[in-house]
């Protein structure tokens, strides 16, 4: 059952960075994304759905065998990079714990 919740809160974090993402360089509307991210957001689902490694790896970029396409994982760093900052802003409590949990790495 742990190992369920932590996928899920990995698929809700990363798809509410995407929503970040897109909203601020896309100009989507609140709740939308455009074909591009959406495409990225139903890819990194995928990804989590079939870690092998969800047990023991805290989170994508720290994983030793990433499973991402080499273009699709440059987009999301870019994301990352974008909506990581903002995220304090959006879900501050969310935030916090994956800084926590980064730095702890």
Do not use: W
Not at 39 to 61: G, I, Q, V
């Amino acid at each position: 059952m742990e190992l369920e919740r932590k996928r899920k809160n990995e698929q809700e974090m990363v798809e509410k960075m995407i929503h970040i993402y897109c909203r601020g360089k896309h100009k989507s509307k609140k709740g939308c994304l455009c074909p591009q991210c959406q495409a990225l957001a139903d890819y990194a689902r995928a990804r989590t759905e079939r870690c092998p490694r969800m047990a023991e790896k805290t989170f994508c970029s720290a994983c030793p065998h990433p499973c991402y396409k080499p273009q699709l994982r440059e987009q999301m760093k870019q994301v990352m990079r974008y909506a990581g900052p903002r995220m304090l802003l959006y879900d501050p409590v969310a935030a916090l714990r994956h800084l926590v949990l980064t730095r702890s790495l």
